[in-house]
């Protein structure tokens, strides 16, 4: 399997957040087919927490529809909180006004689920 686009000369970290388990499971053995540590969390606001806590990720692969803290309004917060991290949305809506709004809240890039090693790549893309 080729390497990840990016920053080849040290390890990429990434943190999944999505509230549902299949996807965490998905997402967190795609990333780490790829040699991508990573860790997950089930909410926006274990995300927040995370971070807040001093946690450093490269990326952020981030669920829109969540409960306790939707990514949309995680989004916001980590950007308010200065993380430059890479955040890549990655939900199952097509709707443009909701898409909209979540690229707004800060995010980098948008794929629609299900996540697959090509569409991961695009977003690794953005890590170079």
């Known amino acids: ?3 990840p686009p990016g920053k080849s000369a040290r390890k990429i970290t990434a943190l999944v957040v999505d509230d549902d388990m299949t996807n965490r499971i998905i997402h967190h053995k795609l990333l780490k087919s790829l040699g ?4 997950v969390v089930m909410n926006g606001k274990e995300a927040v927490d995370a971070l ?3 946690q450093i990720f490269d990326l952020i692969l981030m669920d ?3 409960p306790v803290m939707n990514g949309i309004e995680a989004t916001r917060k980590l950007r308010a909180m200065g993380i430059r991290s890479v955040i890549a949305g990655v939900s199952s809506r097509s709707e443009e006004g909701e898409v909209r709004e979540f690229i707004e809240a800060g995010l980098d890039d948008y794929q629609q689920k299900p996540l697959t090693t090509t569409k991961l790549f695009s977003i690794l893309h953005k890590l170079a």
């Open 64 to 66: 829109m529809d969540m």
């Open 1 to 3: 399997m080729p390497s």
């Open 52 to 54: 807040s806590s001093g």
């Open 36 to 39: 991508i540590k990573n860790q």
